[in-house]
Protein backbone atom coordinates (compact mmCIF):
# COMPACT_ATOMS: atom_id res chain seq x y z
CA UNK A 1 0.00 0.00 0.00
CA UNK A 2 1.52 3.43 -1.15
CA UNK A 3 2.01 5.67 1.54
CA UNK A 4 2.19 9.99 1.00
CA UNK A 5 3.24 12.38 4.30
CA UNK A 6 3.50 15.63 3.69
CA UNK A 7 5.57 18.02 6.09
CA UNK A 8 6.56 21.36 6.40
CA UNK A 9 3.66 23.49 6.29
CA UNK A 10 3.61 26.43 8.76
CA UNK A 11 2.48 30.48 9.10
CA UNK A 12 4.37 32.81 7.15
CA UNK A 13 4.28 36.63 6.14
CA UNK A 14 3.51 37.15 2.20
CA UNK A 15 6.70 37.65 0.68
CA UNK A 16 8.41 34.59 2.46
CA UNK A 17 9.13 31.02 1.63
CA UNK A 18 8.30 27.48 2.68
CA UNK A 19 9.51 24.13 1.41
CA UNK A 20 6.93 20.87 1.74
CA UNK A 21 8.16 17.97 1.96
CA UNK A 22 6.33 14.41 0.63
CA UNK A 23 7.79 11.12 2.11
CA UNK A 24 6.40 8.04 -0.41
CA UNK A 25 6.76 4.25 1.25
CA UNK A 26 4.95 1.62 0.03
CA UNK A 27 5.73 2.60 -3.79
CA UNK A 28 8.53 3.14 -6.29
CA UNK A 29 9.04 6.87 -6.15
CA UNK A 30 11.26 6.59 -9.43
CA UNK A 31 8.17 5.64 -11.29
CA UNK A 32 5.90 7.65 -10.34
CA UNK A 33 4.40 11.24 -11.23
CA UNK A 34 4.14 12.94 -8.34
CA UNK A 35 1.89 16.22 -7.94
CA UNK A 36 0.98 18.99 -5.56
CA UNK A 37 -2.67 20.03 -5.16
CA UNK A 38 -4.32 22.50 -2.48
CA UNK A 39 -7.84 23.46 -1.12
CA UNK A 40 -8.57 26.05 0.82
CA UNK A 41 -11.99 26.38 2.74
CA UNK A 42 -15.11 26.60 0.27
CA UNK A 43 -13.35 26.09 -2.92
CA UNK A 44 -12.87 22.68 -5.08
CA UNK A 45 -8.95 21.20 -4.93
CA UNK A 46 -6.53 22.80 -7.26
CA UNK A 47 -3.38 21.37 -9.14
CA UNK A 48 -0.06 23.31 -8.37
CA UNK A 49 2.22 21.17 -10.20
CA UNK A 50 3.50 17.93 -11.06
CA UNK A 51 7.16 16.37 -11.65
CA UNK A 52 7.37 13.16 -13.54
CA UNK A 53 9.99 10.15 -13.79
CA UNK A 54 12.65 11.35 -11.74
CA UNK A 55 12.41 15.13 -12.69
CA UNK A 56 12.01 14.18 -16.43
CA UNK A 57 9.35 16.93 -16.69
CA UNK A 58 7.71 19.24 -14.33
CA UNK A 59 4.58 21.05 -14.68
CA UNK A 60 2.76 24.21 -12.73
CA UNK A 61 -0.15 25.31 -12.38
CA UNK A 62 -0.30 29.46 -14.10
CA UNK A 63 -0.79 30.59 -10.60
CA UNK A 64 2.34 29.14 -9.16
CA UNK A 65 4.59 29.66 -12.06
CA UNK A 66 7.82 31.31 -11.40
CA UNK A 67 7.51 31.09 -7.55
CA UNK A 68 7.07 27.53 -7.20
CA UNK A 69 9.34 24.71 -8.00
CA UNK A 70 9.51 20.72 -7.30
CA UNK A 71 12.28 18.25 -7.33
CA UNK A 72 12.89 14.92 -6.11
CA UNK A 73 15.17 12.96 -3.84
CA UNK A 74 15.31 9.07 -5.18
CA UNK A 75 17.26 7.78 -2.40
CA UNK A 76 15.34 9.54 0.40
CA UNK A 77 11.52 8.53 -1.71
CA UNK A 78 10.62 12.66 -1.23
CA UNK A 79 9.18 15.21 -3.07
CA UNK A 80 9.84 18.41 -2.60
CA UNK A 81 7.68 21.75 -3.04
CA UNK A 82 9.70 25.19 -2.82
CA UNK A 83 7.28 28.21 -2.54
CA UNK A 84 8.66 31.66 -2.83
CA UNK A 85 7.21 34.84 -2.90
CA UNK A 86 4.11 33.30 -1.40
CA UNK A 87 0.89 35.33 -1.41
CA UNK A 88 -2.32 35.62 1.15
CA UNK A 89 -4.00 33.13 -1.85
CA UNK A 90 -1.70 30.85 -1.23
CA UNK A 91 -2.96 29.78 2.09
CA UNK A 92 -4.17 26.16 2.05
CA UNK A 93 -4.08 22.63 2.66
CA UNK A 94 -1.41 21.53 0.51
CA UNK A 95 -1.62 17.77 -0.72
CA UNK A 96 1.14 15.37 -1.98
CA UNK A 97 -0.21 12.63 -4.77
CA UNK A 98 1.15 9.98 -6.51
CA UNK A 99 0.23 8.55 -9.88
CA UNK A 100 1.84 5.04 -11.58
CA UNK A 101 -0.37 4.62 -14.60
CA UNK A 102 0.80 6.17 -17.97
CA UNK A 103 -1.56 9.46 -18.65
CA UNK A 104 -2.19 12.70 -18.10
CA UNK A 105 -0.25 14.17 -15.18
CA UNK A 106 -2.60 16.33 -14.42
CA UNK A 107 -5.12 13.42 -13.63
CA UNK A 108 -5.29 9.82 -12.57
CA UNK A 109 -4.02 10.35 -9.00
CA UNK A 110 -5.02 7.43 -6.48
CA UNK A 111 -2.50 8.13 -3.50
CA UNK A 112 -2.57 10.74 -1.49
CA UNK A 113 -1.12 12.33 1.41
CA UNK A 114 -3.31 13.50 4.57
CA UNK A 115 -2.35 17.33 3.38
CA UNK A 116 -0.08 20.20 5.94
CA UNK A 117 -1.35 23.70 6.23
CA UNK A 118 0.62 26.70 4.77
CA UNK A 119 -0.58 30.14 6.33
CA UNK A 120 0.33 33.18 4.42
CA UNK A 121 -0.29 36.35 6.45
CA UNK A 122 -0.33 39.79 4.86
Known amino acids: QVQLVESGGGLVQAGGSLRLSCVVSGGTFSRAAMGWFRQSPGKAREFVGVITWSGQNTFYADSVKGRFSISGDNAKNTVYLQMNSLKPEDTAVYYC???????????????WGQGTQVTVSS
Open 97 to 111: AAKYSSGSPFTGYNY
